[in-house]
């Protein structure tokens, strides 16, 4: 299928929040390079609706900013597209054009109604049930039954979605990664009656994106959030089970070091629930909950957000306090639910006690940025070689990092088992493009003895 053939009114609703914004932008580049070679039609358009106009303005710079960015990386193919332009010689004159060439295609604005005979629409408003169905019901009646829908939802089933609007087939989920202009991967989610062309579609676009697509089956939370809730859920369960000997906020900071320095991950658990909020992390859990038979609760999380403790980040990307406290994007303190505050790092002794129980690292440890750069083959050995030390060691940190990866690997099995993943390679792929690992949960690496 043709991607032109569905890009002549695109909207996205949620435009210009942290997801929307960056859907927006890969839009608009794809469709600004796409009319610049006469692959669409002139009056093609891409409507960015949201419910703040402030945040439209700030879309808008947003935008204008990040675009000016790519322009400059494509002065080539720029130079080559505008060769027959004599009135363009300089490079800033053919980036202006392009920029204002590129910012005509866009309408923002509050006003669903915008929408009307839209080709395709992406959905990227706040994980709510009930704000999403309101928003496709209306849509409804604004677009023709060809228009074909795609939501951006993380955990919500998309035969759910598709039910209460009465999408009949059209919708399916595509489900960037945060933010999605840098993020490779994409969840592709098809409802029990997608159709094969929506299908098509999304497979093409998100080839033209250069994105690597995964797909799920139509499970609430999908692979992705189907492990890392999992996953936050046991390192929660053993925060409790150490708390009354390491106090709460020791262990937090125990297994958040566990399952970054001792697993090799990109950042430990609790800084990754805190970088993508607490909150977010509570509404996936509920979804989840609600649709699957498994206790999938969190008394802790609940008492944090009581407390207004929700992580996330301000606008600026810069990362705010969680459950842990961040300086420059580090963390410096640890949040005590129980003290109602937070302990600084070098305040309290429990956390030289909590890392004095984490070493010696394993011969064959190398910190997660080292591994990144390293050939494949390279790293999957040094990694088998400091899995296989890790395995003989009996120390605490040792031992919470051993029942962390077979859980992790566990849960991997599972959503293979219930089917919420085709294959192991499917699941391997999620973690590794999405959530940065440099081995998937179900591997060789590690001997697989419990202790
Ligand atoms: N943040 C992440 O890491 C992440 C990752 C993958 C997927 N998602 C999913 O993407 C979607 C958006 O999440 P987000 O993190 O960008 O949230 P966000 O809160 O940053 O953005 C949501 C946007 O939707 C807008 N909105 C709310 N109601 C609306 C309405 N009725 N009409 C139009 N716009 C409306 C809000 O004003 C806001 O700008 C959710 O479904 C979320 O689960 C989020």
Redesign the pocket.
């Known amino acids: 299928m043709n991607l032109n053939s569905k890009m002549n009114k695109v909207a996205i609703?949620?435009a210009?929040?942290?997801?929307?914004s960056g859907i927006s932008l890969l839009l608009l580049n794809l469709m600004s390079n796409m009319k610049l070679k006469k692959e669409l039609p002139s009056n093609s358009s891409l409507v960015l609706?949201?419910?703040?106009d402030e945040?439209l303005s700030g879309l808008y710079q947003y935008l204008r900013t990040q675009m000016v960015k790519l322009a400059e990386k494509n002065i080539n193919f720029l130079r080559e597209t505008y060769a027959d332009r004599s009135d363009l010689v300089e490079n800033g004159e053919m980036i202006d054009e392009f920029i204002s060439e590129s910012l005509s295609i866009i309408r923002l604005t509050t006003a669903?109604e915008a929408a009307k005979n839209a080709t395709m629409v992406f959905e990227?408003?706040?994980?709510n049930m009930d704000?999403?169905s309101?928003?496709l019901n209306n849509l409804c009646s604004l677009v023709d039954t060809n228009c074909f829908f795609y939501?951006?939802?993380?955990?919500i089933p998309i035969s759910t979605l598709e039910n209460i609007a009465t999408l009949k087939g059209r919708i399916m989920g595509f489900?960037?990664?945060?933010p999605p202009s840098v993020q490779k991967l994409v969840e592709v989610i098809k409802a029990q009656n997608t159709r094969a062309e929506v299908n098509e579609f999304a497979l093409e676009l998100g080839k033209s994106l250069k994105k690597i697509l995964v797909p799920s089956n139509d499970v609430a939370g999908f692979i992705g959030n189907g492990h890392f809730i999992r996953d936050g859920l046991y390192a929660i369960s053993e925060v409790l089970r150490l708390q009354n000997e390491y106090t709460i906020h020791g262990a937090i900071h125990m297994l958040n070091r566990v399952s970054q320095d001792l697993m090799i991950r990109p950042m430990g658990i609790f800084q990754l629930i805190d970088y993508?909020?607490i909150d977010?992390f509570q509404l996936?859990l509920k979804v989840m909950n609600q649709s699957l038979n498994e206790n999938l609760q969190s008394a802790l999380i609940d008492r944090y957000l009581a407390k207004e403790i929700k992580g996330g980040q301000f606008s600026n990307g810069q990362q705010k306090d969680g459950f842990l406290k961040y300086e420059k994007g580090n963390p410096v303190a640890v949040y005590s639910i129980d003290e109602d505050r937070y302990i600084s790092l070098n305040e309290d002794r429990i956390f030289k006690i909590v890392d004095e129980k984490l070493y010696p690292l394993a011969d064959g440890h190398s910190p997660w940025k080292n591994l990144l750069t390293c050939s494949t083959s390279d790293r999957d050995q040094k990694l088998n070689t400091y899995f296989k030390n890790l395995w003989n060691q009996n120390h605490l940190g040792a031992k919470l990092a051993k029942n962390y990866l077979l859980r992790s690997e566990s849960i991997g099995k599972h959503l293979v088992d219930s089917k919420v993943a085709n294959n192991a390679e499917d699941v391997n792929a999620v973690l590794v493009n999405g959530f940065y690992h440099l081995y998937g949960p179900i591997n060789n690496l590690f001997p697989k003895e419990k202790n």
């Open positions: 609703i949620g210009a929040g942290k997801m929307g609706i949201d419910i703040s945040a669903l990227a408003a706040t994980e704000i999403k309101t928003i939501t951006n939802t993380s955990s489900h960037f990664y945060n993508v909020g977010v996936i």
